[in-house]
């Protein structure tokens, strides 16, 4: 933020970086995070010509983010955000009417959502529901064969209340749930999942993890090859995820009378049952997709960026099935979105417009009971999930979805 920056000396400390003086990132080491961050600025002004006063015009003191969230701060990345709703959400954490942050820059993102919220709301709201939880980690061990991997497999299932205790000896909030062994020859793939609490928990849980790896090391022969073995799985497509699910597996449901449907989404329930059908359950599947839905990584990106959460995580978040049924009196949909990792404290969560799209929500920081606030998040993310394919299969199915970005979004 320029009116916190000390000009001279961020001049000084770029040119202590440029003649080798200095490394771009010990800046922070000479002067305050903002200081430094345009001192950063100055030397990619110089390097590149790229004119940086924009990125240099964020509303936070840099020192809230330098250090926990990035490092080389510059500046801030801005992105637009909106909100859609009100909606009312009768969830298994959250309860009441609320409106949704978004933060995008796709035109007519917004508008579909709030469209598909609008159609809920008008029918009673939204159901939604969190129907497993638990963050995992999984290293990798190395052993001498198959003999020895299956005895580590069986170590392990015998020996959890040991791993439990070396894990759990880490953090005041997680608890590990279970350890599940996989064995590829000579390499064993020990997957923890733990409850996090209202914590996402990937720094949670890896420093957990190696905590009870160390144990494993010290009562067997196997050694750890690496903390992450992928089986995890963190910010990569993977079936595991979408079949057994990661962070909070929830759903939002809504039943919309036949008249709201024709009204507001200017199709049928048939119509849209049968793009539900034949795009997102045939389509998907000749594809090889692992998300059956339209458009659910849209607003798990949006709502992510908006709340706080780790960004990378919309590749997992995107596993979601859509089912819609066509019934006399109108229509069912229901969005099930297996892997939502979300947290409302930690991470991203407490820098300040972050933390006010949570305040938007009702649910910045620890839930009472412990967990029910991230769960609250979840339902949150589903509904809007929920509002964005009701919106898009109907546009779809009325054939206006060119229009609409020919007039929202360009
Ligand atoms: C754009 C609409 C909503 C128009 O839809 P419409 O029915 O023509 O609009 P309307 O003017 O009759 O208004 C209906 C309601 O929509 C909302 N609405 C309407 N306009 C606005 C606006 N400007 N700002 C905020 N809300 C708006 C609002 O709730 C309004 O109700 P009201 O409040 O007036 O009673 C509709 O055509 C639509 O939803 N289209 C689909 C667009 C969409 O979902 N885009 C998402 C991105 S697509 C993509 O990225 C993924 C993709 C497609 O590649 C994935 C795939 O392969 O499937
Ligand atoms: N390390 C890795 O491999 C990866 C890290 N990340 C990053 O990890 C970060 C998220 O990790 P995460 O562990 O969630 O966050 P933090 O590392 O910010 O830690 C959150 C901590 O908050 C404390 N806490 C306080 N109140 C609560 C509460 N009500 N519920 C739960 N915890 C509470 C816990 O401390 P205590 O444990 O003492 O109870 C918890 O460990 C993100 O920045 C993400 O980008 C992402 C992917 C991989």
């Known amino acids: 933020m320029t009116d916190r920056v000390d000009a001279d000396a961020a001049e000084s400390l770029a040119e202590r970086v440029e003649s080798g003086d200095l490394r771009l990132y010990e800046l ?8 430094a961050a345009a001192a950063r600025r100055l030397v990619v002004t110089n390097h590149s010509g790229a ?14 983010a330098a250090g926990s969230n990035i490092e080389n701060m510059i500046g801030a ?21 609320t409106y949704l942050p978004l933060a995008t820059t796709e035109g007519a993102l917004l508008a579909s959502v709030n469209r598909g919220l609008s159609v809920i709301d008008a029918s009673g709201g939204a ?56 064995v590829v020859g000579d390499n064993v793939f020990l997957r923890f999942r733990y409850d996090t609490a209202d914590a996402m928990g990937m720094n949670m849980v890896t420093i ?19 903390l992450s073995g992928n089986m995890c799985t963190d910010k990569k497509p993977a079936a595991i ?26 199709t049928t329930p048939e119509a849209i049952a049968e793009v539900n059908t034949r795009k997102n359950l045939i389509g998907s599947a000749k594809a090889g997709s692992l998300g059956f839905n339209a458009q659910v990584a849209n607003v798990v990106a949006a709502m992510y960026l908006a709340t706080g959460q780790d960004a990378a995580q919309v590749v997992e978040g995107s596993n979601g099935i859509v089912s819609v049924e066509a019934r006399e009196d109108g229509l ?79």
């Not at 922070?28 to 200081?35: I, L, R, V, Y």
């Open 28 to 35: 922070e080491e000479h002067a305050d995070a903002d200081t």
């Open 77 to 97: 990345a801005q992105i637009p955000m909106g909100v859609a709703g009100p909606v009312s959400i009768d969830g298994g954490a959250f309860s009441g009417e």
């Open 208 to 226: 957990a993890t190696g905590e009870a790896c160390d144990v494993v090391e010290e009562e067997t022969d196997a050694s750890l090859v690496a």
């Open 332 to 410: 069912y949909a229901a969005v099930s979105l297996a892997s939502i990792e979300v947290g409302t404290v930690g991470g991203g969560t407490k820098l300040p417009t972050q933390a006010e799209g949570l305040d938007v929500l009702g649910i910045r920081g620890g839930g009472d009971p412990a967990g029910s606030n991230a769960d609250a998040l979840a339902e949150c993310v589903a509904t809007g999930a929920l509002a964005g394919e009701l919106s898009l299969l109907s546009a779809l199915a009325s054939r206006n979805l060119s229009s609409a970005h020919a007039e929202l979004g360009r």
């Open 127 to 182: 159901t939604a529901r969190v129907t497993k939880k638990g963050m995992t980690r999984a290293p990798v061990f190395r052993t001498s064969g198959i003999a020895e991997s299956q005895a580590l497999a069986e170590w392990t299932r015998d020996n959890t209340d040991l791993l439990r205790e070396a894990a759990e000896s880490t953090t005041m909030h997680g608890k590990l749930l279970d350890v599940t062994p996989y």
């Open 241 to 266: 995820n979408a079949v057994e699910g990661r962070g909070r597996s929830v759903t939002a449901e809504a039943t919309l009378p036949r008249e709201f449907v024709e009204e507001t989404l200017k």
């Open 51 to 64: 004119d940086l006063d924009t990125t240099g015009e964020y509303a936070f003191p840099a020192e809230q």
